[in-house]
């Protein structure tokens, strides 16, 4: 079968390339472009050559605080919560379209700079972000209270209203930068809520074309802000600022952790999206001709390098050599590669610390006394020396209280374990053993063991029989256990940007 048509104009990468290299890209305060207050600017390396290509400001306390009081005075003044829900919507669905139009620019933008495969850059950065804008603003209207029957003698008008909270502070992770960023952008502007945006410190560039598409769009001054830089600076001065009301954070559990911390000053709300170790579980009637690359895409999709990634195999004794087999095979036939070119199917690790991150893991598991089915050691990539390429491993021999069984690797690593004709809760309480509890998929022909796997299994998301191309914008997403607190997406995501007030009014 050949692949759909490239979506992408990549002829005017040239011309992209050249503007990057020529300026440094600027940081987004009330709704101008402008250097960080320092004049400081970091280097933006491409993940596939291992090269600097551009530079972003860096911004820093600073900068930080002028971005948080431009959100705060358009909040305050009521630019933006105050104007009415159908023309909130109708400016972020001006912004879908425009980031539709300038789709080819917003991918090579983010393959470059994160390394994925171009057509994940497309679908999974420029049409999932339109689409999370299109949904969302769709909630601007629909967003109540409920009415209520207070017991007290005599008679009374009793509702709940639901208000923005008001400043937010959205930190974003690496390994979907776009999306992540207008996905909380668009939750929390839905709700009425300010936004001030700390992009990844790898990968920044994408952020300053949403910066220009949001003033294209017609936002008014300070809704949408957006803070280039480091964590422990521009991110630390944004959680620890008294003006946020919210922090909305994508990444690390070790980070999350240390975000509560900082967030206890004016108890800020706080969601957290974190880590994932998930469990694929494959019984012996599975349909494995699904099973078998969805379990291998669950990996391998972006190198590995997503939160609910499928990292922990559980496979039925009667189909695992099967399983093996087939895994190994779509492994072996991903062209790994630059992100653009057509024919790549797995990119770069998006750095060096992280490519130090996962081969150190495949040796700690070997050393552990696992052993390497396939891959397990650099990619040899044509041209790209220097990229920070890892070849899709699968390794057998794994068991519970090894690293590489027991903790986030975040590459393209897939720990293998079987079981045999075991009760549900023998199975789901090895599904079970880890700290944390994001997603899980469950391959069975059986509908009722499915649903029953599900009950047992505890995690935020489950998917029986495979999952679809990514998260869906209307399902809940978040985690059980250190996976998390709270959910983004659906109407539990945009009800987490507001606060719930009760009126009582005693009548006559």
């Known amino acids: 079968m050949s692949p759909p048509p490239m979506p992408v104009d990549t002829s005017i990468l040239p011309d992209l390339k050249q503007d990057l290299a020529a300026r440094p890209r600027e940081l987004f305060i009330g709704g101008k472009f402008t250097a960080a207050k320092s004049g400081e600017t970091f280097e933006v390396v491409d993940p596939a050559t291992g090269k600097v290509f551009a530079h972003a400001a860096s911004g820093g306390a600073e900068d930080i605080d002028l971005a948080v009081q431009a959100a705060r005075k358009c909040f305050d003044s009521g630019a933006w919560p105050a104007m009415p829900p159908a023309q909130r919507a109708r400016i972020m669905m001006k912004l879908a379209e425009l980031i539709e139009a300038n789709g080819s620019r917003i991918a090579l933008t983010e393959t470059l700079d994160n390394g994925m495969p171009l ?3 497309y679908f999974g950065a420029v049409m999932a972000a339109s689409e999370a804008l299109r949904y969302n603003a769709g909630w601007a209207t629909k967003i109540n209270g409920e009415t209520f029957t207070p017991s007290h003698p005599g008679e009374f008008h009793a509702f709940t209203q639901r208000e923005p909270v008001g400043v937010v502070g959205g930190i974003v992770p690496w390994n ?34 949403l910066g220009e598409l949001v003033a294209e769009a017609g936002f008014p001054d300070g809704a949408v802000n957006i803070v280039t830089g480091f964590g422990k600076t521009a991110g630390a001065a944004l959680v620890e600022h008294p003006l946020v009301d919210k922090i909305s954070f994508t990444g690390s559990t070790d980070t999350g952790k240390q975000i509560v911390k900082a967030c206890t000053g004016n108890l800020k709300r706080v969601t957290l999206e974190l880590g994932g170790k998930s469990p694929v579980i494959i019984f012996d009637d599975a349909d494995l001709s699904k099973a078998i690359p969805s379990a291998a895409m669950g990996i391998f999709g972006n ?9 922990r195999l559980f496979v039925h004794e009667k189909v695992r050599d099967q399983v093996l087999e087939g895994v190994t095979a779509m492994a072996k036939s991903l062209k790994v590669g630059s992100g653009l070119d057509p024919e790549t199917r797995m990119g770069p690790l998006v750095s060096d610390t992280q490519f130090a991150r996962v081969t150190g893991y495949i040796e700690s598991a070997l050393s552990e006394g696992a052993k390497v089915y396939t891959g397990g050691g650099k990619a040899d990539v044509e041209g790209a020396e220097g990229g920070y390429f890892v070849q899709p491993t699968v390794l057998t021999d794994t068991v519970a209280g090894m690293k590489a069984v027991e903790e986030e690797i975040f590459g393209p690593v897939l720990a293998t374990m079987t079981f045999g004709d075991d009760d549900l ?84």
Do not use: H
């Open 119 to 121: 057509m994940m850059g």
């Open 176 to 209: 979907f930068p776009f999306v992540m960023s207008v996905a909380k952008m668009a939750q929390a502007l839905a709700a009425g809520c300010t936004i001030v945006l700390k992009p990844a410190e790898q990968t920044p560039l994408s952020a300053a074309i």
């Open 303 to 311: 190198a590995g390098q997503v939160c609910a990634a499928g990292s």
């Open 425 to 508: 809760e023998t199975i789901a309480a090895a599904a079970n053993n880890t700290q944390y509890g994001l997603n899980a998929s469950v391959f069975t022909q059986d509908i009722t063991r499915g649903l029953k796997m599900a009950r047992r299994i505890k995690s935020g998301m489950v998917n029986i029989n495979g999952a679809g191309g990514g998260p869906d914008p209307a399902m809940p997403l978040g985690g059980f256990k250190q996976s998390g607190w709270g959910r983004e997406n659906g109407r539990a995501g945009v009800e987490a940007f507001t606060e719930i007030k009760s009126v009582t009014v005693k009548l006559g």
